[in-house]
């Protein structure tokens, strides 16, 4: 059973950082891409950024290019989404989404199984 649990959310200021991870079970993490959405509430969720299965290819939606990196550490089944100079607009729920295949991707589509979720919440 495939299992995504996120963590590290919570309330910070602007232009402060979280760090937000995911733990995978029950997959062959090392050879899926991972990606991470948000979502705010009236809102369709939205793709923020993605990973290949090795790191060496990742994808970022315009509005967080600069400010936030994704990272993923194989040996421990688990992907990061290091978040800095946090702005008010970043504040939704953040999930971690896998994919099936070794390829990142940037639509919802293309993931398979999803986690809970984790609240940002940045105040002005």
């Known amino acids: 059973q495939v299992q995504l649990v996120e963590s590290g959310g919570g309330l910070v200021q602007a232009e402060g950082s979280l760090r937000l991870s995911c733990a995978a079970s029950g997959l062959a993490f090392t050879t899926r891409a991972m990606g991470w959405f948000r979502q705010v509430p009236g809102k369709e969720r939205e793709f923020v950024a993605c990973i290949n299965w090795n790191g060496a290819n990742t994808h970022y939606v315009d509005s967080v290019k600069g400010r936030f990196t994704i990272t993923r550490d194989n040996a421990k089944s688990t992907v990061f989404l290091q978040m800095n100079s946090l702005k008010p607009e970043d504040t939704a729920v953040y999930y971690c989404?896998?994919?099936?295949?070794?390829?990142?991707?940037?639509?919802?589509?293309?993931?398979?199984?999803w986690g809970q979720g984790t609240q940002v919440t940045v105040s002005s």
């Open positions: 989404a896998d994919r099936t295949t070794s390829v990142a991707a940037t639509s919802r589509e293309a993931y398979d199984y």
